[in-house]
């Protein structure tokens, strides 16, 4: 218990630290406009992660995420533009097709026991390629110029600062709303329930925190779209991964997978299921990122797959499965896109941030050991 | 008696706020076996892992004397140069490895820069003829059965030359003949001067092989006896703090109807191997224990998983619940029609250690707690609550980690488990391996509860007491064969070993 506290004490030190660093270095980077950039770029690192959450469970790995980005946003926006589909439908197949493909995947791992390493290291390689293919190394726009549609509005727009603020009401009371049930359910099961002081000023915090990202967004152009999809994603995994067998599921399959069996849970269906869903995420990701950079190119979802599990692993999800928390991955993702938004503000050369990417993954890995060693002695 | 070798002097030790040691004295003279007894969370293994250096020095209070010095062992390195060997419970060998490579790592004998091979596979032999093996020192320990994995870790410890040789449940996973072995090298040891500390469950052996005894009961120790002037019963009463009257309480019920029918059962580990389960054919009935006994590898655990659809390909037969027939092979539908399993390996195949008491409680019946796709923390609080009660699990809450429970504590919640799924039919397998005197005596109490309840019970055991005194009847396992069929009432040791040998082919039931 100690352990996982001082990490996660040394953790929330390392964002804001990075805040420091980069308010100190770049003021501008605590402007309205930039924040409201960095949670769009925020809302995709953390969609992508929170599936990668779901991979990562029960002690699987997807590396060929990042591609999948790039493919499935492809799909759609040569879907729009050069087949004349209307938006809703083009994402639609686009995300149908990532379904089945990413569930493939999932069965050749748990039935035909490939690793997910190399399983997944194929499809990084195989959906790069398909990528470049489906758009003839071109450009493609995910809307004809100048105008709107379902794909092109993913990032770019905004809740009017009324409903941001209705939003942001709701969110709260119907936080405090579940604690309090939740507390009392606790209280008469006989469990132990957290002393009331600390939970009314953690649902304070909470609930400060949410006020001021809206009133900072509606400081700009309103609460982004982007976010409020992270939002549901955040709520659904949550929902999926604690409340329901299937959520247990993933966990006791990462946890002892011999046991797991013998216990009767369904390993197949679940692991299946868990890249399924991972690969609807890939495909809403693939559409906010592209939709966020306006079109397609060959760069489109590069690494991303890195940066999903870097941003698991610092908020405390396990490589080799069985823990991990939905409120972890966003914080992790959240250093991570501070980082990236950062040092684009700073200038800073490919080169170094390549560097920077590679050393914080290191990092947030070793540190997962040490955790996973003070554990087992 | 003279200076002992080690000492250890008003040992305490806490993690967080449980103690685990309070206040332990111990000492263990030239030249003597020293058994430590006591239930599981007694603290044996908490002193052990002191002495050993696993838990260093300035994380307990008290004193530990060698030769009359007192030592600070910071690491597992500091008390082997001390002339400690440890063997854990848990084996600690390279699978992949030979035997000669696992018995001379980090001593491999070179000539010019290069393994020499010839010299090292003859130390290995060496080594392997004083633990009583007489295997191919190129063989991968892989390959080699528990027991004799066990016997190689001795031998690995041996060839340190220690003075004080440490077994924590060394012949747990080991075959009558194997201990006797083990036994016997315990002795000559002793002649040569080796001091031995011996942690056991078994108490026979414990009086075979022991000069004194120490018992620990909730971190402190109750007394040491001179093993030869002290009684098996006078050791237990100590171990859990009151006397045993009944060691195996059976309350026989009348037979009810058929519950699990198993007819002309055929089964190999997997397609291309010749079949290892023979015309297996025998019934269990409602309120019944069948009891299933056999020398190791003949096909007892097998048995059972194949059962569960956890084993093996069918190559014959029937497997009914209830007359309704079972799927090969589908473990999920064999629990939906009422079957459930207690695995003897608890750590590999029973629970997620990592996870919570109510975690593990409820992963086998989670869909009957679900409503609407959710689970009901309600009703999985109550369910499990109710089981920790029932079972009377020692946790601090149902959230705890699982991996932190006491041995005896964590085999209840694996049966806990099986439970939940409100089977017909449950299916044990060495329930008390490992476990202390006190949560034995539960474990038959449960037993006998539940067959009250009308509910049928396979009971696989190695231990043949435990067998014949917890069993209605008795099958006994040779080579994947019926060996032989015995009422309780007739079963006798002599008889039981014969058909395990398959000496008496014949159905004495």
């Known amino acids: 218990m100690q352990d996982t506290h001082t990490r996660e004490w040394f953790m929330l030190g390392a964002l804001v630290a990075i805040w420091a660093f980069f308010a100190w270095q770049e003021p501008v980077f605590l402007s309205a406009r930039n924040l409201s950039l960095l949670s769009i770029e925020l809302a995709v690192t953390a969609t992508l992660a929170l599936g990668m959450l779901l991979v990562l469970l029960p002690g699987h790995i997807d590396l060929s995420a990042g591609s999948g980005v790039g493919l499935t946003g492809a799909i759609a926006a040569v879907l729009i533009t050069w087949h004349g589909v209307p938006a809703p439908v083009a994402l639609l197949l686009a995300t149908l097709a990532a379904l089945v493909v990413w569930a493939l995947m999932g069965a050749l791992v748990v039935v035909e026991r490939v690793p997910a390493f190399i399983i997944t290291l194929g499809g990084l390689l195989v959906f790069r390629g398909l990528h470049w293919l489906v758009i003839n190394n071109s450009t493609v726009p995910v809307v004809a110029g100048g105008s709107q549609n379902t794909y092109s509005m993913l990032t770019t727009s905004f809740l009017p600062p009324l409903a941001g603020y209705v939003l942001a009401a709701a969110v709260v009371a119907a936080m405090w709303l579940v604690s309090q049930r939740r507390r009392a359910a606790r209280a008469k099961l006989g469990l132990p329930v957290a002393d009331r002081e600390r939970h009314v000023i953690g649902l304070i915090i909470a609930a400060q925190a949410i006020g001021l990202v809206v009133i900072i967004a509606n400081d700009y152009r309103g609460l ?54 991972m690969g609807g995420i890939v495909a809403l990701t693939g559409f906010m990122q592209t939709a966020y950079s306006g079109a397609t190119t060959t760069t489109i979802g590069s690494l991303m797959e890195l940066d999903a599990v870097a941003a698991c692993v610092i908020g405390g999800t396990s490589l080799r499965g069985g823990r991990g928390s939905v409120a972890g991955v966003l914080f992790g993702a959240l250093i991570m896109a501070s980082l990236l938004n950062g040092m684009t503000l700073m200038a800073v050369s490919p080169e170094i941030k390549y560097i920077a990417r590679g050393g914080v993954l290191a990092l947030a890995v070793w540190l997962d050991l040490r955790v996973a060693r003070g554990r087992s002695s | 008696m003279s200076t002992p070798v080690l000492e250890a002097h008003a040992i305490a030790k806490r993690f967080g706020g449980v103690i685990a040691l309070r206040g332990v004295s111990f000492a263990l003279a030239a030249g003597e076996v020293h058994a430590l007894c006591g239930e599981n969370g007694a603290g044996k293994s908490t002193l052990i892992k002191l002495l050993a250096g696993i838990h260093p020095h300035g994380s307990y209070d008290g004193r530990i004397e060698v030769d009359g010095n007192e030592v600070q062992f910071h690491s597992a390195r500091d008390a082997e140069s001390a002339g400690i060997a440890v063997i854990h419970q848990e084996l600690a060998l390279f699978p992949d490895l030979t035997i000669a490579e696992n018995l001379l790592l980090g001593s491999l004998p070179t000539r010019y820069g290069l393994v020499d091979w010839n010299e090292a596979l003859t130390r290995a032999r060496t080594l392997l003829a004083d633990v009583g093996l007489t295997l191919d020192p190129a063989r991968r320990v892989g390959t080699l059965g528990i027991g004799q994995q066990q016997l190689v870790e001795i031998a690995r410890a041996l060839a340190r030359r220690p003075r004080i040789l440490v077994l924590d449940e060394p012949t747990a996973a080991l075959s009558r003949h194997e201990i006797d072995t083990l036994l016997a090298l315990v002795q000559r040891l002793r002649t040569q001067g080796v ?302 070993l014969s058909a395990a040998m398959g000496i008496a082919p014949g159905r004495a039931a």
């Open chain 2, 195 to 496: 001091a031995c500390i011996y942690i056991s469950h078994k108490l026979d052996e414990v009086f075979a092989i022991a000069d004194r005894i120490t018992v620990l009961r909730d971190g402190a120790a109750q007394g040491t006896c001179i093993a030869r002037d002290t009684g098996t019963t006078a050791i237990i009463a100590l171990m859990v703090g009151r006397p045993i009257e009944d060691l195996y309480p059976r309350r026989q019920r009348k037979r009810g109807e058929p519950a699990l029918a198993v007819h002309g059962l055929d089964a190999a580990r997997d397609q291309r191997a010749a079949p290892w389960l023979r015309e297996l054919a025998f019934t269990v009935h409602a309120g019944e224990v069948l009891g299933i006994g056999g020398l190791m590898g003949a096909g007892r655990s097998e048995l059972l998983l194949h059962l569960m659809g956890l084993w093996g390909e069918r190559r014959r037969g029937t497997v009914a619940l209830g007359g309704q027939e079972l799927p090969p092979g589908d473990v999920r539908a064999a629990m939906r029609a009422g079957l459930a399993i207690v695995t003897e390996d608890r750590k590999r195949l029973g629970l997620v250690l990592d996870a919570g008491v109510a975690f593990n409680l409820t992963l086998s019946s989670l869909r009957a707690i679900a409503r609407h796709g959710f689970v009901d923390d309600a009703a999985e609080a109550t369910a499990a609550g109710a089981m920790v009660a029932d079972l009377r699990v020692k946790t601090a809450t149902l959230e705890t980690r699982v991996g932190a429970l006491s041995g005896g504590n964590q085999q209840k919640v694996v049966i806990g488990k099986a439970l939940l799924t409100k089977p017909r039919v449950l299916l044990l397998d060495e329930p008390t391996r490992g476990i202390d005197v006190g949560a034995k005596l539960e474990v038959y109490e449960l037993i006998n509860r539940l067959t009250d309840q009308g509910q049928a019970i396979v009971l696989v055991s190695s231990e043949l007491p435990e067998l014949m005194g917890m069993s209605d009847r008795i099958m006994m396992l040779h080579e994947g064969r019926i060996g032989g069929e015995f009422e309780r009432s007739v079963a006798t040791q002599q008889a039981l």
């Open chain 1, 224 to 277: 982004p779209l982007a976010l409020v999809i992270l939002a549901t994603v955040a709520l659904l995994v949550h929902m999926v991964t604690m409340h329901t067998p299937f959520g247990r599921y993933l966990y006791a399959i990462g946890g002892n997978e011999e046991a797991a069996v013998v216990s009767g849970v369904p390993v197949r269906n679940t692991v299946i299921g868990a890249f399924a869903l």
